[in-house]
């Protein structure tokens, strides 16, 4: 080969060589540079850390920080590497040093690591300390510092430089050594933290305080000489104490973290709580557990949502002392059986829909359908209470009884559109005893549908609700009330009796709110409004122990308005004026609170939505003489019509043993006495069985048969009533007319008939 051809051959040799090089420069880094797991943190929604996990390496290692203190800059540069924003990776000044102080003492006396060295080296798990791997630790610092600007390289040391024992990381060593974000470090603790990942093992706190002290001092004199800090801070930092033994990070929201453990393990997030609310609100959760201990009653859990934002303020999911049975459930996404606080759900759609109003009466009486035989939580049937009084009462007949008029199937597709994805059933499984808790939903979509509920009222709307990290959970429709059947129901939940410490405090705010107990006092339920914040709390046992006591009245509501006057209220959202909300102008009768009908009294106008209140079903006109008296034309002359509520015998009977309004329908006129005229069968009206039935002989626990409990309104209290079945005559009451009869197995024929011929019938088919 010529001499140009073999200068040729060495030039693309060399060149070769110089693209090799720089392929094995530009892919010396690992991809990523770090491996290493991270702590699980969760922050307030102003940065404020709520709590944090350990890492999976059992090492508290926070997710690294998009910015390093200017404190700790100054500090760890100057004592660690000081000319860290000159050098490209490597010091070469430091090298020489180092190199003619390690030859003079015969041994390594000191190095020459630059802070972007330590970060290769943190990032390669601390290898040993050998030449060939110093030297690519050289090699590849200067590969990091072409891809990365100097602060980045910082918050990379920062976040994975170990600070002694199983604490990596400022930010970890912030909190765990003096209880605060590196940020608020004062000159001497930034000084104090810097000097740590030097030697950690020697210096760590609480042991070899002497070595400690004079690092941190001589690291506070250097900062005084280069003039980062004046001669006043200082002494002051000098006189600052060392770090002791590391302290516990905050627990403010333990079950959100838990959450988060859950579904975004080893990230640092950024939530929707507000430290100060979380506390405050945490707080009133404990202490409402230990007020309980003394029954057995275990958990609590909390929920606040601002509705402006549909954001989750303050999240407690349980006590956050876990010496407490079940303290480590977050009750807050359990399924519980929510006793009646679907109840205003039931009424609003019935309002809606012009099934009922307000001030409509329903009916209360002894109520068995197949074997659901639903009672008052009291045992005391009213007989006409209204819409209104149901509600606040809190009435479990009136409920049922209008929920089978609605529609089981229509309820709960419109719970479904609210937001109540635990209903995993069709509507035929939960049957009439969905409105009172036959089925488990968890307080968070609780939360969720009273949003939405309240959704109409507000003038912005509510926007959809947001999980604890921002996150929208979704619901298929935002309004399925209008406004004003929104505001009506949310004055009838207004009216709800509120406990006795916290009477005087309805002065302050208006609170829209309700109560629930589901069946065996397992769950005790209290959610709503003042307009400003929606609160849902619940309280139990995460065991579903039910216990004496745990009802919502007594239980949760107090809790209720404790986590609610927590709250700054800066006035509601609400409508102060429901005459200002779109509706149709109608006319109701004033004595049963539907449309006007025919034979009704007097009315009084009131607005009404989308569609027209149904007429009035019981005001008839009545033929009275002149001494009041009724009678009809086959036996009188002389008489008047009159307007008269004539309710259900059931109706009235049980209307008048509770002081009801209703007056009884007037006696008869002597001179239309006589049986089978004045008898008329509409003063009689079954209350079991209602007309034909299904029934199953009862057995007592001993396996004894037990016998079936008929029951029958008159009404006249004096009425004597004979009882017949299958034309075999049973005998007689007066009063209240109930009979327990032992059936054979069979159909059996039911009448009774009044002194004066009056006959009602019904039938039973009683099965094994």
Same mark, same amino acid.
């Given at each position: 080969?010529?001499?140009?051809?073999?200068?040729?051959?060495l030039?693309?040799v060399f060149a070769?060589?110089?693209?090799?090089?720089?392929?094995?420069?530009?892919?010396?880094?690992?991809?990523?540079?770090f491996?290493?797991?991270?702590?699980?943190v969760?922050n307030?929604?102003?940065?404020?850390l709520?709590?944090?996990r350990i890492a999976?390496?059992?090492q508290?290692?926070?997710p690294p920080s998009?910015?390093?203190?200017?404190k700790?800059v100054s500090?760890i540069?100057?004592?660690?590497?000081?000319r860290?924003?000159?050098?490209p990776g490597?010091?070469?000044?430091a090298?020489?040093?180092?190199?003619r102080?390690?030859i003079?003492?015969g041994?390594?006396?000191?190095g020459a690591s630059?802070?972007?060295m330590q970060?290769?080296? $943190?990032a390669?798990?601390?290898?040993p300390r050998?030449w060939?791997?110093?030297?690519?630790? /050289?090699?590849?610092?200067t590969?990091?510092e072409?891809s990365?600007?100097?602060?980045?390289?910082?918050?990379m040391?920062?976040?994975?430089?170990p600070?002694?024992?199983?604490?990596?990381?400022?930010e970890?060593a912030g909190?765990?050594?003096?209880g605060?974000?590196?940020?608020?470090?004062?000159?001497?603790e930034?000084?104090?933290?810097?000097?740590?990942?030097?030697a950690? #093992?020697t210096?760590?706190?609480?042991?070899?305080?002497?070595?400690?002290?004079?690092k941190r001092d001589?690291?506070?004199d250097r900062?005084?000489d280069?003039?980062?800090?004046?001669s006043?801070i200082?002494?002051?930092?000098?006189?600052?104490? $060392?770090?002791?033994r590391?302290l516990?990070?905050?627990?403010?929201a333990? &079950?959100?973290l838990d959450?988060?453990?859950?579904?975004?393990?080893?990230t %640092?997030?950024m939530?929707t709580?507000?430290?100060t $609310?979380?506390?405050?609100?945490q707080?009133?959760v404990?202490?409402?557990?230990?007020?309980?201990?003394?029954?057995?009653?275990?958990?609590a859990?909390?929920?606040v949502?601002d509705l402006?934002?549909?954001?989750?303020r303050a999240?407690?999911g349980?006590t956050?002392?876990?010496?407490?049975?079940?303290?480590g459930?977050?009750m807050?996404?359990?399924?519980?059986?929510?006793?009646?606080?679907?109840?205003p759900?039931?009424?609003?759609?019935?309002i809606?829909?012009g099934?009922?109003?307000p001030?409509?009466i329903?009916?209360?009486?002894?109520?068995?359908?197949?074997?659901?035989?639903?009672?008052n939580f009291?045992?005391?049937?009213r007989g006409?209470?209204?819409?209104?009084?149901?509600l606040?009462k809190?009435?479990?007949?009136p409920?049922v009884?209008?929920?089978?008029?609605?529609g089981?199937?229509?309820f709960?597709?419109?719970?479904?559109?609210?937001g109540?994805?635990? $209903?995993?059933?069709n509507a035929?499984?939960?049957g009439l005893?969905?409105?009172?808790g036959?089925?488990?939903?968890s307080p968070?979509q609780?939360?969720?549908?009273?949003s939405?509920?309240?959704?109409?009222? /507000?003038i912005?709307?509510?926007p959809p609700?947001?999980?604890?990290f921002?996150q929208t959970i979704?619901?298929?429709?935002p309004?399925?009330f209008?406004?004003?059947?929104?505001?009506?129901?949310?004055g009838m939940?207004a009216a709800?009796?509120?406990?006795?410490?916290w009477?005087q405090?309805?002065l302050q705010?208006?609170?829209?709110?309700?109560?629930g107990?589901?069946?065996?006092?397992?769950?005790?339920?209290?959610?709503g409004?003042?307009?400003?914040w929606l609160?849902v709390v619940?309280?139990?046992?995460?065991s579903q122990?039910?216990r004496?006591?745990?009802?919502?009245?007594e239980?949760?509501?107090?809790?209720f308005?404790?986590?609610?006057?927590?709250?700054p209220?800066?006035?509601?959202?609400?409508?102060?004026?429901?005459?200002?909300l779109?509706?149709?102008e109608?006319e109701?009768c004033a004595?049963?609170?539907y449309a /006007?009908g025919?034979?009704?009294?007097s009315?009084k106008s009131?607005?009404?939505g989308?569609f027209?209140?149904?007429?009035?079903?019981?005001?008839?006109?009545?033929?009275l003489?002149?001494?009041?008296?009724?009678? &009809?034309a086959?036996?009188a002359?002389?008489? #008047?019509d009159?307007s008269?509520?004539v309710l259900p015998?059931? /109706?009235?009977?049980?209307?008048?043993m509770?002081g009801?309004r209703f007056?009884?329908?007037?006696p008869?006129?002597?001179s239309?006495?006589e049986?089978?005229?004045?008898?008329?069968?509409?003063?009689?009206q079954?209350?079991?069985p209602?007309?034909f039935?299904?029934?199953? %002989?009862?057995?007592?626990l001993?396996?004894s048969l037990?016998?079936?409990v008929l029951?029958?309104?008159?009404?006249?209290?004096e009425?004597?009533?004979f009882?017949?079945?299958n034309?075999?005559y049973?005998?007689e009451?007066q009063?209240?007319?109930?009979?327990q009869?032992?059936?054979?197995?069979g159909? &059996?024929?039911?009448?009774?008939v009044?002194?004066l011929g009056a006959?009602?019938?019904?039938?039973?088919?009683?099965?094994e």
């Amino acid at each position: 080969m010529s001499r140009p051809g073999r200068r040729r051959l060495l030039v693309w040799v060399f060149a070769g060589w110089l693209v090799l090089l720089f392929l094995t420069w530009w892919n010396c880094l690992p991809a990523p540079l770090f491996e290493t797991p991270y702590s699980t943190v969760l922050n307030d929604r102003n940065g404020r850390l709520l709590g944090a996990r350990i890492a999976a390496d059992e090492q508290w290692r926070f997710p690294p920080s998009d910015s390093v203190p200017a404190k700790f800059v100054s500090a760890i540069v100057a004592f660690e590497d000081q000319r860290f924003w000159e050098h490209p990776g490597l010091d070469l000044r430091a090298i020489g040093r180092a190199a003619r102080q390690n030859i003079e003492a015969g041994r390594v006396v000191s190095g020459a690591s630059t802070l972007t060295m330590q970060v290769i080296r $943190l990032a390669g798990g601390n290898p040993p300390r050998t030449w060939s791997r110093k030297f690519l630790e /050289m090699i590849q610092a200067t590969r990091l510092e072409w891809s990365f600007d100097k602060e980045e390289i910082l918050q990379m040391y920062c976040a994975h430089a170990p600070f002694g024992g199983n604490i990596v990381g400022l930010e970890a060593a912030g909190w765990r050594y003096y209880g605060i974000p590196p940020r608020q470090l004062s000159w001497g603790e930034a000084a104090a933290l810097a000097v740590l990942p030097n030697a950690p #093992s020697t210096v760590l706190p609480g042991r070899n305080e002497a070595i400690f002290r004079d690092k941190r001092d001589r690291l506070l004199d250097r900062l005084l000489d280069s003039g980062e800090i004046d001669s006043v801070i200082w002494r002051l930092s000098k006189a600052e104490p $060392l770090p002791g033994r590391p302290l516990p990070l905050p627990q403010r929201a333990p &079950h959100a973290l838990d959450w988060q453990c859950n579904s975004l393990p080893s990230t %640092r997030r950024m939530s929707t709580l507000e430290e100060t $609310l979380q506390t405050r609100v945490q707080g009133t959760v404990d202490g409402h557990v230990e007020t309980w201990k003394g029954n057995l009653v275990h958990n609590a859990a909390a929920l606040v949502v601002d509705l402006q934002s549909g954001e989750i303020r303050a999240y407690a999911g349980n006590t956050s002392s876990l010496e407490v049975e079940g303290a480590g459930y977050d009750m807050l996404r359990e399924s519980r059986s929510t006793g009646s606080i679907l109840k205003p759900f039931l009424y609003a759609s019935a309002i809606e829909e012009g099934l009922v109003t307000p001030q409509s009466i329903l009916e209360d009486v002894p109520t068995r359908i197949g074997e659901f035989a639903p009672r008052n939580f009291d045992r005391i049937h009213r007989g006409a209470p209204t819409v209104k009084d149901a509600l606040v009462k809190s009435l479990n007949v009136p409920a049922v009884r209008l929920l089978r008029d609605h529609g089981v199937e229509k309820f709960h597709g419109r719970l479904r559109e609210m937001g109540l994805r635990d $209903l995993e059933h069709n509507a035929a499984h939960y049957g009439l005893s969905l409105v009172l808790g036959g089925a488990e939903i968890s307080p968070l979509q609780i939360a969720e549908a009273y949003s939405v509920f309240f959704d109409p009222l /507000m003038i912005d709307g509510v926007p959809p609700l947001r999980d604890v990290f921002g996150q929208t959970i979704s619901r298929e429709k935002p309004r399925p009330f209008d406004a004003l059947t929104a505001y009506q129901v949310a004055g009838m939940m207004a009216a709800v009796n509120r406990p006795p410490e916290w009477q005087q405090w309805q002065l302050q705010r208006t609170v829209h709110w309700k109560t629930g107990t589901s069946y065996g006092h397992r769950d005790a339920w209290a959610v709503g409004s003042d307009g400003q914040w929606l609160v849902v709390v619940w309280a139990g046992n995460a065991s579903q122990e039910g216990r004496p006591g745990l009802i919502g009245v007594e239980c949760s509501a107090p809790l209720f308005f404790q986590v609610l006057s927590q709250l700054p209220f800066e006035g509601s959202g609400f409508p102060s004026d429901g005459e200002l909300l779109e509706g149709t102008e109608v006319e109701l009768c004033a004595a049963t609170g539907y449309a /006007m009908g025919p034979f009704c009294g007097s009315g009084k106008s009131a607005k009404a939505g989308a569609f027209v209140p149904r007429a009035c079903p019981y005001c008839q006109t009545l033929q009275l003489d002149s001494e009041g008296a009724r009678v &009809h034309a086959g036996c009188a002359t002389g008489f #008047s019509d009159s307007s008269w509520v004539v309710l259900p015998a059931a /109706m009235q009977w049980y209307d008048r043993m509770s002081g009801g309004r209703f007056a009884p329908l007037p006696p008869w006129s002597l001179s239309c006495s006589e049986p089978g005229i004045a008898g008329d069968e509409g003063q009689i009206q079954w209350v079991y069985p209602e007309g034909f039935d299904v029934v199953k %002989r009862p057995r007592d626990l001993d396996g004894s048969l037990q016998g079936i409990v008929l029951e029958v309104a008159h009404v006249r209290p004096e009425a004597r009533l004979f009882w017949h079945d299958n034309g075999v005559y049973l005998g007689e009451t007066q009063g209240r007319h109930v009979r327990q009869v032992l059936f054979a197995p069979g159909r &059996h024929e039911l009448s009774v008939v009044d002194e004066l011929g009056a006959t009602q019938s019904a039938a039973i088919q009683v099965v094994e």
